[in-house]
């Protein structure tokens, strides 16, 4: 009877013996390792847990069976294959073995989702300090580049002024380069169009392009879900948003050397909750996602604000405008980035989230 209610649980119970080898499991369990019983019985727990965590939680696992110090493990990193979640896990002592084996009763609990909504709730906030910070430092810089142009204009009209009218003219494309920067840093204008869109017909615009500009030396993978049904927004918006995602891909393999390069789209439906909104939604997931070196560690949290790029030669506009349109579409974007392994995952509602 306890075993069926155990297995009912949707927290994780593990059963660990004195050497940490788990030999028992709820299905619960099992699903947040991305596993079966079979194969986890008898592993050690260490073998699911990613480094450096692994050897920290052995080292406290010590303690709970000698001395019998409980302890609690926050956002701890699971790794199953290719799989990978982050969960709290406490450690208790049992006063009676477990089937005679049994010594340490490990209860884990998925943060996975909770940690995302608060952390797309604060890059929200951020984004639009960020946005209003920009719109003020637009507006001033603004200003004095129209007045800049204009004098260089009425200069260029005077009689006398052919022998400077090369310089004139420079003063003029720079500023008009200038203003364009400024409008783009603070955001496209974004009309609020609402047409079907099949996601797979932009995605496959997406690839070809690339793939020509490419020359063909870079393997573009695909795994679709034909059974989707079309989202809704502004197909234009949408195709500079994934352009922009797979464009950043493309040349983190290019520009790395990577052995084996290859960018890869994949869809798929998926049940979200979404940061502003009540509950949880049938969403569109677009996955781009390459093998190149990986977001650099310091830049991951902030990889989408204005001006912040991890290459030398980047303007980082291109994905903070890439942010604007996907949130204006009420979606939002997930990155997961380890070196050999870049995902970034474009989410979307299939209709309107209230």
Known sequence: ?????????????????????????????????????????NRELSDFISD?????????????VELGHNFTYRELQL?????????????????HSFDGYGTVLVELAEVDQILKIAREVKYSKDEQSSKQLLRGLAHEIKNPLGGIKGAAQLLSKEADASVYQEFLEVIITETDRLTGLVDNLIGPNLKQISDPINIHKLLEQCRSLLSAQAGGIIDFERDYDPSLPETEGNAEQLYQAI?????????????SNTPSARVRFSTRAVRRAHPGSRGSHQMLQVR????GPGIPEDLKDRIFFPM???????????????????????????????????????????????
């Open 308 to 354: 912040v790029s991890g290459r030398a030669q980047g303007s980082g506009i291109g994905l903070s405008i890439t942010q604007t349109i996907i949130s204006r579409h009420h979606g939002w974007i997930e990155v997961n980035s380890k070196p050999g392994r870049t995902a970034v995952d474009v989410i979307l509602p299939f209709g309107d989230i209230q």
């Open 79 to 95: 790794a199953s294959g290719r799989s990978s979640s982050t969960i709290d896990a406490s450690f208790s002592k049992l006063q």
């Open 288 to 291: 781009i996602e390459d093998n």
């Open 243 to 255: 352009l922009n995602i797979t464009k950043n891909a493309l040349e983190a393999v290019t520009e």
């Open 52 to 64: 450096p965590q692994a050897s920290e939680v052995g080292d406290s696992l010590v303690d709970c």
């Open 1 to 41: 009877m306890y075993l069926a209610l155990l297995n009912s649980l949707n927290n994780g119970i593990m059963v660990l013996d004195v050497r940490g080898k788990i030999c028992w499991a709820n299905e619960s369990a099992c699903r947040i390792v991305a596993t079966n019983w079979k194969y986890l019985k």
